[in-house]
Protein backbone atom coordinates (compact mmCIF):
# COMPACT_ATOMS: atom_id res chain seq x y z
CA UNK A 1 0.00 0.00 0.00
CA UNK A 2 1.48 3.26 -0.60
CA UNK A 3 0.79 6.17 1.12
CA UNK A 4 -1.06 8.05 -1.00
CA UNK A 5 -3.94 5.50 -1.10
CA UNK A 6 -3.83 5.27 3.00
CA UNK A 7 -4.48 8.56 3.11
CA UNK A 8 -7.17 8.46 0.79
CA UNK A 9 -8.90 5.12 3.00
CA UNK A 10 -8.37 7.00 6.48
CA UNK A 11 -12.52 8.52 7.25
CA UNK A 12 -12.83 11.53 8.32
CA UNK A 13 -12.71 12.99 11.77
CA UNK A 14 -16.44 12.90 11.89
CA UNK A 15 -16.76 9.66 10.19
CA UNK A 16 -14.83 8.10 12.83
CA UNK A 17 -16.56 9.89 15.86
CA UNK A 18 -19.55 8.40 14.61
CA UNK A 19 -18.77 5.13 14.13
CA UNK A 20 -20.94 2.65 16.18
CA UNK A 21 -17.98 1.28 18.36
CA UNK A 22 -17.46 4.79 19.85
CA UNK A 23 -21.21 4.94 20.30
CA UNK A 24 -20.92 4.23 24.88
CA UNK A 25 -17.82 6.54 25.02
CA UNK A 26 -20.41 9.40 23.12
CA UNK A 27 -22.82 8.75 25.56
CA UNK A 28 -20.47 8.97 28.72
CA UNK A 29 -18.13 11.25 27.85
CA UNK A 30 -19.50 13.52 25.18
CA UNK A 31 -19.29 13.64 21.39
CA UNK A 32 -17.12 16.36 21.44
CA UNK A 33 -14.54 15.07 23.82
CA UNK A 34 -14.51 11.89 21.20
CA UNK A 35 -14.36 14.34 18.17
CA UNK A 36 -10.91 15.50 19.79
CA UNK A 37 -9.50 12.18 20.71
CA UNK A 38 -10.51 10.86 17.10
CA UNK A 39 -8.53 13.94 15.54
CA UNK A 40 -5.49 13.30 17.23
CA UNK A 41 -5.57 9.45 16.46
CA UNK A 42 -5.80 10.49 12.72
CA UNK A 43 -3.14 13.37 12.65
CA UNK A 44 -0.94 10.46 14.45
CA UNK A 45 -1.99 8.07 11.34
CA UNK A 46 -0.66 10.43 8.89
CA UNK A 47 2.05 10.93 10.53
CA UNK A 48 2.65 7.27 10.34
CA UNK A 49 1.83 7.04 6.94
CA UNK A 50 4.12 10.35 5.47
CA UNK A 51 7.24 8.15 7.67
CA UNK A 52 6.31 5.07 5.67
CA UNK A 53 5.17 3.32 8.77
CA UNK A 54 3.03 0.41 7.22
CA UNK A 55 3.03 -1.71 9.81
CA UNK A 56 1.61 0.54 12.25
CA UNK A 57 -1.70 -0.06 12.80
CA UNK A 58 -2.67 3.29 12.56
CA UNK A 59 -1.25 3.53 9.11
CA UNK A 60 -3.34 0.74 7.59
CA UNK A 61 -5.92 0.98 4.56
CA UNK A 62 -8.65 2.35 7.06
CA UNK A 63 -11.03 1.24 4.57
CA UNK A 64 -10.61 -2.02 5.98
CA UNK A 65 -13.31 -2.58 8.69
CA UNK A 66 -10.63 -4.64 10.88
CA UNK A 67 -8.25 -1.03 10.40
CA UNK A 68 -11.24 1.18 11.59
CA UNK A 69 -11.80 -1.10 14.21
CA UNK A 70 -8.21 -0.62 14.96
CA UNK A 71 -8.45 3.15 14.98
CA UNK A 72 -11.44 3.26 17.46
CA UNK A 73 -9.42 1.24 19.84
CA UNK A 74 -6.90 3.99 19.53
CA UNK A 75 -9.22 6.31 20.17
CA UNK A 76 -10.83 4.76 23.35
CA UNK A 77 -6.81 4.53 24.68
CA UNK A 78 -6.67 8.44 24.43
CA UNK A 79 -9.85 8.84 26.08
CA UNK A 80 -8.46 6.91 28.47
CA UNK A 81 -5.34 8.29 28.60
CA UNK A 82 -7.13 11.56 29.23
CA UNK A 83 -9.86 10.85 31.72
CA UNK A 84 -8.47 7.91 34.06
CA UNK A 85 -7.94 9.66 37.41
CA UNK A 86 -4.51 10.36 38.17
CA UNK A 87 -2.39 9.93 40.09
CA UNK A 88 -4.03 6.42 39.83
CA UNK A 89 -4.05 4.09 43.20
CA UNK A 90 -1.41 1.22 43.61
CA UNK A 91 -0.89 -1.43 46.28
CA UNK A 92 2.57 -1.36 47.11
CA UNK A 93 3.65 -4.45 47.94
CA UNK A 94 7.10 -3.63 47.85
CA UNK A 95 8.42 -3.49 51.46
CA UNK A 96 9.81 0.69 51.23
CA UNK A 97 7.05 1.57 53.70
CA UNK A 98 8.11 5.70 52.45
CA UNK A 99 8.41 4.57 48.76
CA UNK A 100 8.93 8.70 47.03
CA UNK A 101 7.65 6.94 43.94
CA UNK A 102 4.58 6.03 45.01
CA UNK A 103 3.76 8.92 47.17
CA UNK A 104 5.56 8.77 50.44
CA UNK A 105 2.88 8.40 53.64
CA UNK A 106 -0.45 6.73 52.93
CA UNK A 107 -2.11 9.00 55.66
CA UNK A 108 -4.75 8.12 58.26
CA UNK A 109 -8.32 7.65 57.41
CA UNK A 110 -9.21 10.32 59.49
CA UNK A 111 -6.85 12.50 57.66
CA UNK A 112 -7.77 11.70 54.65
CA UNK A 113 -11.40 12.31 55.34
CA UNK A 114 -10.71 15.57 57.06
CA UNK A 115 -8.80 16.62 53.89
CA UNK A 116 -11.66 15.27 51.48
CA UNK A 117 -14.45 17.84 53.60
CA UNK A 118 -12.02 20.76 53.85
CA UNK A 119 -11.46 20.54 50.27
CA UNK A 120 -15.47 19.58 49.22
CA UNK A 121 -16.83 22.97 50.84
CA UNK A 122 -16.08 26.18 52.50
CA UNK A 123 -13.85 26.68 55.32
CA UNK A 124 -12.64 28.84 58.02
CA UNK A 125 -9.17 28.89 56.34
CA UNK A 126 -8.76 32.49 56.94
CA UNK A 127 -11.95 33.87 58.35
CA UNK A 128 -11.76 34.56 62.28
CA UNK A 129 -15.16 32.65 63.62
CA UNK A 130 -15.67 34.92 66.79
CA UNK A 131 -14.64 38.22 64.97
CA UNK A 132 -16.36 37.60 62.17
CA UNK A 133 -12.66 39.04 60.21
CA UNK A 134 -9.97 38.24 57.81
CA UNK A 135 -7.98 35.73 59.74
CA UNK A 136 -4.67 33.34 58.93
CA UNK A 137 -4.30 29.81 57.55
CA UNK A 138 -0.80 29.90 59.38
CA UNK A 139 -2.47 30.28 62.89
CA UNK A 140 -4.62 26.52 62.41
CA UNK A 141 -1.87 24.47 62.88
CA UNK A 142 0.36 26.20 65.28
CA UNK A 143 -0.92 25.09 68.25
CA UNK A 144 -0.64 21.61 67.82
CA UNK A 145 2.96 21.52 66.06
CA UNK A 146 4.15 24.07 69.31
CA UNK A 147 2.33 21.44 71.58
CA UNK A 148 4.09 18.55 70.42
CA UNK A 149 7.45 20.05 69.37
CA UNK A 150 7.92 22.18 72.31
CA UNK A 151 8.29 25.30 70.19
CA UNK A 152 7.06 28.38 70.78
CA UNK A 153 6.01 29.65 67.27
CA UNK A 154 5.61 27.31 64.02
CA UNK A 155 4.55 27.50 60.39
CA UNK A 156 3.89 25.28 57.58
CA UNK A 157 4.77 25.70 54.03
CA UNK A 158 4.36 23.17 51.27
CA UNK A 159 7.16 21.18 51.50
CA UNK A 160 10.57 20.94 53.51
CA UNK A 161 12.40 22.01 50.00
CA UNK A 162 10.36 25.30 50.34
CA UNK A 163 10.93 25.34 54.03
CA UNK A 164 15.10 25.21 53.67
CA UNK A 165 14.50 27.78 50.43
CA UNK A 166 11.93 30.23 53.10
CA UNK A 167 14.36 30.49 55.92
CA UNK A 168 17.57 30.91 53.66
CA UNK A 169 15.63 33.89 51.51
CA UNK A 170 14.64 35.35 55.38
CA UNK A 171 17.32 35.25 57.29
CA UNK A 172 20.62 35.04 55.39
CA UNK A 173 19.87 36.67 51.44
CA UNK A 174 23.30 37.61 50.89
CA UNK A 175 24.89 36.43 53.40
CA UNK A 176 27.10 33.86 54.16
CA UNK A 177 25.61 30.03 55.62
CA UNK A 178 28.27 27.66 57.30
CA UNK A 179 27.90 24.25 56.99
CA UNK A 180 29.98 21.38 57.26
CA UNK A 181 31.24 19.83 53.91
CA UNK A 182 29.50 16.21 55.13
CA UNK A 183 26.61 17.91 54.68
CA UNK A 184 26.04 19.01 51.36
CA UNK A 185 22.98 16.63 50.55
CA UNK A 186 21.35 15.91 47.32
CA UNK A 187 17.79 14.52 47.58
CA UNK A 188 15.52 12.77 45.04
CA UNK A 189 14.87 14.75 41.94
CA UNK A 190 18.40 16.18 41.90
CA UNK A 191 17.50 18.82 44.71
CA UNK A 192 20.65 19.93 46.15
CA UNK A 193 21.41 21.92 49.28
CA UNK A 194 24.16 24.38 47.53
CA UNK A 195 21.25 24.85 44.71
CA UNK A 196 18.84 25.89 47.23
CA UNK A 197 21.22 28.25 49.11
CA UNK A 198 22.18 29.64 45.68
CA UNK A 199 18.29 30.23 44.81
CA UNK A 200 17.74 31.64 48.41
CA UNK A 201 20.30 34.17 47.62
CA UNK A 202 23.01 32.99 50.25
CA UNK A 203 26.10 32.08 50.21
CA UNK A 204 27.40 29.06 50.71
CA UNK A 205 30.45 28.63 53.62
CA UNK A 206 31.37 24.68 53.83
CA UNK A 207 33.76 24.35 56.46
CA UNK A 208 35.40 20.74 57.27
CA UNK A 209 36.26 17.49 55.68
CA UNK A 210 33.26 15.31 53.98
CA UNK A 211 33.97 12.71 56.92
CA UNK A 212 35.50 15.15 59.62
CA UNK A 213 34.13 18.75 61.21
CA UNK A 214 35.05 20.44 64.55
CA UNK A 215 33.79 23.39 66.07
CA UNK A 216 36.68 24.83 65.61
CA UNK A 217 35.99 24.71 61.38
CA UNK A 218 32.62 26.39 62.10
CA UNK A 219 34.35 29.47 64.45
CA UNK A 220 37.00 29.71 62.13
CA UNK A 221 34.55 30.43 58.97
CA UNK A 222 32.69 32.82 60.70
CA UNK A 223 33.10 36.77 59.97
CA UNK A 224 31.15 40.04 59.66
CA UNK A 225 29.10 38.60 56.25
CA UNK A 226 28.05 35.11 58.05
CA UNK A 227 24.22 34.73 58.22
CA UNK A 228 23.87 31.66 59.97
CA UNK A 229 25.04 28.49 60.86
CA UNK A 230 23.40 25.26 58.91
CA UNK A 231 23.16 21.70 60.53
CA UNK A 232 22.12 19.25 57.19
CA UNK A 233 20.40 16.12 58.60
CA UNK A 234 22.34 13.31 56.02
CA UNK A 235 19.22 12.10 56.14
CA UNK A 236 19.37 9.42 52.66
CA UNK A 237 23.01 8.61 53.85
CA UNK A 238 25.48 7.98 56.18
CA UNK A 239 29.41 8.44 56.91
CA UNK A 240 30.79 5.95 58.81
CA UNK A 241 34.45 5.33 60.35
CA UNK A 242 36.50 7.87 60.89
CA UNK A 243 34.27 10.34 61.71
CA UNK A 244 33.27 13.76 63.33
CA UNK A 245 30.85 16.19 64.25
CA UNK A 246 29.26 18.69 66.31
CA UNK A 247 26.46 18.61 68.17
CA UNK A 248 23.77 20.60 67.95
CA UNK A 249 23.70 21.82 71.37
CA UNK A 250 27.82 23.00 70.80
CA UNK A 251 26.82 24.15 67.66
CA UNK A 252 23.86 26.66 69.17
CA UNK A 253 26.65 27.43 72.00
CA UNK A 254 28.33 28.65 68.96
CA UNK A 255 26.04 30.40 67.31
CA UNK A 256 24.98 32.61 70.78
CA UNK A 257 28.91 33.14 71.24
CA UNK A 258 28.85 35.16 67.86
CA UNK A 259 25.28 36.13 67.26
CA UNK A 260 24.04 33.84 64.46
CA UNK A 261 21.05 31.41 64.54
CA UNK A 262 21.68 28.26 63.99
CA UNK A 263 18.80 26.24 61.91
CA UNK A 264 18.69 22.40 61.82
CA UNK A 265 16.84 20.56 58.91
CA UNK A 266 16.54 17.21 59.91
CA UNK A 267 14.69 16.63 56.39
CA UNK A 268 12.30 13.49 57.56
CA UNK A 269 12.08 14.55 61.23
CA UNK A 270 10.08 12.31 63.95
CA UNK A 271 7.80 13.06 67.24
CA UNK A 272 8.46 9.15 67.94
CA UNK A 273 11.61 7.54 68.86
CA UNK A 274 12.47 5.27 66.33
CA UNK A 275 15.13 3.20 68.10
CA UNK A 276 11.91 1.65 69.94
CA UNK A 277 11.24 -0.31 67.06
CA UNK A 278 14.41 -1.86 66.48
CA UNK A 279 15.96 1.01 64.09
CA UNK A 280 18.79 3.65 64.17
CA UNK A 281 17.73 6.86 66.12
CA UNK A 282 15.75 9.36 63.77
CA UNK A 283 16.30 13.48 64.73
CA UNK A 284 13.48 14.09 66.90
CA UNK A 285 11.96 17.52 66.43
CA UNK A 286 11.87 17.97 70.17
CA UNK A 287 15.27 17.00 70.92
CA UNK A 288 16.33 19.93 68.00
CA UNK A 289 14.16 22.11 69.62
CA UNK A 290 15.88 21.65 73.21
CA UNK A 291 18.78 21.89 72.10
CA UNK A 292 18.31 25.19 71.02
CA UNK A 293 17.81 25.42 67.23
CA UNK A 294 16.40 28.85 66.48
CA UNK A 295 14.52 26.67 63.88
CA UNK A 296 14.18 23.76 62.93
CA UNK A 297 12.34 22.33 59.65
CA UNK A 298 10.89 18.96 58.64
CA UNK A 299 8.77 16.80 56.31
CA UNK A 300 4.80 16.47 56.81
CA UNK A 301 4.89 13.78 54.69
CA UNK A 302 7.86 11.30 55.65
CA UNK A 303 7.90 10.17 59.15
CA UNK A 304 5.08 12.16 60.54
CA UNK A 305 3.19 10.51 57.61
CA UNK A 306 0.73 13.17 57.03
CA UNK A 307 0.60 15.32 53.65
CA UNK A 308 3.18 16.61 51.51
CA UNK A 309 4.25 19.86 53.72
CA UNK A 310 7.20 21.79 55.10
CA UNK A 311 7.68 22.31 58.95
CA UNK A 312 9.18 24.71 60.42
CA UNK A 313 9.08 25.36 64.35
CA UNK A 314 11.38 28.06 66.50
CA UNK A 315 11.68 31.32 67.67
CA UNK A 316 8.98 33.59 67.72
CA UNK A 317 10.85 36.77 66.21
CA UNK A 318 11.89 34.47 63.40
CA UNK A 319 9.25 32.79 62.49
CA UNK A 320 7.59 36.09 62.10
CA UNK A 321 10.03 37.38 59.59
CA UNK A 322 9.30 33.89 57.97
CA UNK A 323 5.64 35.04 58.07
CA UNK A 324 6.09 38.40 56.80
CA UNK A 325 8.83 36.97 53.99
CA UNK A 326 7.33 37.38 50.02
CA UNK A 327 7.90 33.84 49.52
CA UNK A 328 5.65 32.72 51.59
CA UNK A 329 2.60 33.80 49.95
CA UNK A 330 4.10 31.47 47.42
CA UNK A 331 5.12 28.87 49.53
CA UNK A 332 1.76 28.36 51.63
CA UNK A 333 -0.24 25.15 51.71
CA UNK A 334 -4.11 24.62 50.78
CA UNK A 335 -6.83 23.68 52.98
CA UNK A 336 -6.52 20.14 52.31
CA UNK A 337 -3.06 20.18 53.51
CA UNK A 338 -3.53 21.78 56.43
CA UNK A 339 -6.53 19.95 57.50
CA UNK A 340 -5.21 16.64 56.61
CA UNK A 341 -1.94 17.57 58.49
CA UNK A 342 -4.00 18.73 61.79
CA UNK A 343 -6.00 15.59 61.82
CA UNK A 344 -2.39 13.55 61.85
CA UNK A 345 -1.27 15.63 64.95
CA UNK A 346 -4.00 15.01 66.97
CA UNK A 347 -3.25 11.37 66.23
CA UNK A 348 0.28 11.98 67.97
CA UNK A 349 -1.35 14.34 70.71
CA UNK A 350 -3.50 11.58 71.84
CA UNK A 351 -0.32 9.10 71.62
CA UNK A 352 -2.40 7.05 68.90
CA UNK A 353 0.00 7.72 66.33
CA UNK A 354 1.59 3.57 66.34
CA UNK A 355 -2.26 2.99 65.92
CA UNK A 356 -3.59 5.32 63.37
CA UNK A 357 -1.04 6.56 61.17
CA UNK A 358 -0.12 4.05 58.79
CA UNK A 359 3.56 4.72 58.08
CA UNK A 360 4.00 3.95 62.26
CA UNK A 361 1.42 1.28 61.87
CA UNK A 362 4.08 -0.27 59.44
CA UNK A 363 6.83 0.53 61.57
CA UNK A 364 5.80 -0.99 64.98
CA UNK A 365 4.31 -4.38 62.96
CA UNK A 366 5.19 -7.33 64.56
CA UNK A 367 6.98 -10.30 62.72
CA UNK A 368 4.30 -12.58 63.81
CA UNK A 369 1.38 -10.43 62.71
CA UNK A 370 3.09 -10.49 59.27
CA UNK A 371 3.75 -14.15 59.15
CA UNK A 372 0.23 -14.37 60.01
CA UNK A 373 -0.80 -12.10 57.15
CA UNK A 374 1.28 -13.91 54.78
CA UNK A 375 0.03 -17.43 55.28
CA UNK A 376 -3.59 -16.16 54.93
CA UNK A 377 -2.65 -14.94 51.80
CA UNK A 378 -1.47 -18.45 50.39
CA UNK A 379 -3.94 -20.22 51.70
CA UNK A 380 -5.96 -18.12 49.90
CA UNK A 381 -4.11 -18.32 46.91
CA UNK A 382 -3.48 -21.78 46.91
CA UNK A 383 -7.89 -22.38 46.93
CA UNK A 384 -7.46 -20.61 43.93
CA UNK A 385 -4.73 -22.49 42.03
CA UNK A 386 -1.96 -20.26 42.73
CA UNK A 387 1.64 -21.60 43.75
CA UNK A 388 3.27 -19.25 46.73
CA UNK A 389 5.45 -20.13 49.29
CA UNK A 390 6.62 -17.88 52.26
CA UNK A 391 10.22 -16.26 52.62
CA UNK A 392 12.07 -14.02 55.07
CA UNK A 393 12.67 -10.69 54.19
CA UNK A 394 13.44 -6.93 54.86
CA UNK A 395 11.22 -4.20 54.80
CA UNK A 396 13.16 -0.43 54.19
CA UNK A 397 12.00 2.66 55.74
CA UNK A 398 12.61 4.47 52.72
CA UNK A 399 11.80 7.73 51.50
CA UNK A 400 15.27 9.84 52.53
CA UNK A 401 14.97 8.38 55.89
CA UNK A 402 16.91 6.27 58.36
CA UNK A 403 19.60 5.03 55.39
CA UNK A 404 20.46 1.15 55.49
CA UNK A 405 17.76 0.98 58.36
CA UNK A 406 15.43 -2.96 57.61
CA UNK A 407 13.05 -4.41 59.49
CA UNK A 408 12.28 -8.36 59.69
CA UNK A 409 9.62 -9.58 57.44
CA UNK A 410 7.87 -12.56 55.74
CA UNK A 411 7.32 -12.19 52.22
CA UNK A 412 5.28 -13.95 49.77
CA UNK A 413 6.62 -15.62 47.04
CA UNK A 414 4.49 -16.36 43.66
CA UNK A 415 6.33 -18.89 41.92
CA UNK A 416 6.12 -18.65 38.25
CA UNK A 417 7.96 -19.23 34.82
CA UNK A 418 8.52 -15.88 34.24
CA UNK A 419 8.47 -13.91 37.37
CA UNK A 420 9.08 -10.16 35.40
CA UNK A 421 6.26 -10.91 33.32
CA UNK A 422 3.85 -11.62 35.98
CA UNK A 423 5.07 -8.42 38.05
CA UNK A 424 4.12 -6.17 34.70
CA UNK A 425 0.76 -7.95 34.74
CA UNK A 426 0.55 -6.94 38.34
CA UNK A 427 1.51 -3.18 37.45
CA UNK A 428 -1.37 -3.16 34.51
CA UNK A 429 -3.76 -4.41 36.10
CA UNK A 430 -7.09 -2.37 37.24
CA UNK A 431 -5.84 -2.23 40.87
CA UNK A 432 -2.07 -2.07 39.91
CA UNK A 433 0.53 -4.11 41.98
CA UNK A 434 3.94 -2.94 42.19
CA UNK A 435 5.87 -5.84 43.94
CA UNK A 436 9.66 -6.96 43.77
CA UNK A 437 11.49 -9.65 41.30
CA UNK A 438 13.83 -11.25 43.06
CA UNK A 439 15.15 -15.33 43.11
CA UNK A 440 12.74 -15.98 40.21
CA UNK A 441 9.84 -14.93 42.08
CA UNK A 442 7.53 -12.40 42.27
CA UNK A 443 7.71 -11.12 46.31
CA UNK A 444 4.70 -9.09 47.70
CA UNK A 445 5.51 -7.85 51.82
CA UNK A 446 2.84 -7.02 53.87
CA UNK A 447 4.28 -4.59 56.04
CA UNK A 448 3.11 -2.08 53.13
CA UNK A 449 0.08 -3.44 51.78
CA UNK A 450 -2.76 -1.86 53.66
CA UNK A 451 -5.29 -4.21 55.50
CA UNK A 452 -7.86 -2.49 53.77
CA UNK A 453 -6.16 -3.70 50.59
CA UNK A 454 -5.77 -7.38 51.40
CA UNK A 455 -9.25 -8.71 48.89
CA UNK A 456 -7.96 -6.34 46.18
CA UNK A 457 -4.66 -7.71 46.18
CA UNK A 458 -5.44 -11.17 46.42
CA UNK A 459 -7.90 -10.31 43.32
CA UNK A 460 -5.35 -8.45 41.29
CA UNK A 461 -2.78 -11.63 41.66
CA UNK A 462 -5.53 -14.57 40.88
CA UNK A 463 -5.98 -12.08 37.49
CA UNK A 464 -2.55 -12.04 36.96
CA UNK A 465 -1.37 -15.73 37.45
CA UNK A 466 -4.28 -16.67 35.53
Known amino acids: MNPASGFRGLPAVHALADDARLATARERQGRALVVDASRLVLEEARVALRAGRESDPDAADAGDQTDVALLCAAVLRRLSDWLEPRPRVVINATGVILHTNLGRAPVSAVAAEAMRAAAAGYSDLEYDLPSGRRGSRHDLVTPLLCQLSGAPAALVVNNNAGATLLVLSALAQGRGVVVSRGQLVEIGGGYRIPDVMAAGGARLVEVGTTNRTRISDYRAAIDAETGLILRVHTSNYRIVGFTETPSLEALVSLGREQGLPVVDDLGSGSFLDSSAYGLAPEPMVQASVTAGAELVTFSGDKLLGGPQAGIIVGQPEAVARLRRHPLTRALRPGKDVLAGLHATLVHYARGEATREVPVWRMISATQLDLAARAEAWRVRLADRGVAAELRPGQS ?68 AAG
Do not use: N
Open 396 to 463: AVGGGSLPGETLPSTLLAILDAHPDRLAARLRGGQMPVVALVESGAVLLDPRTVLPEQDELLLAALVV
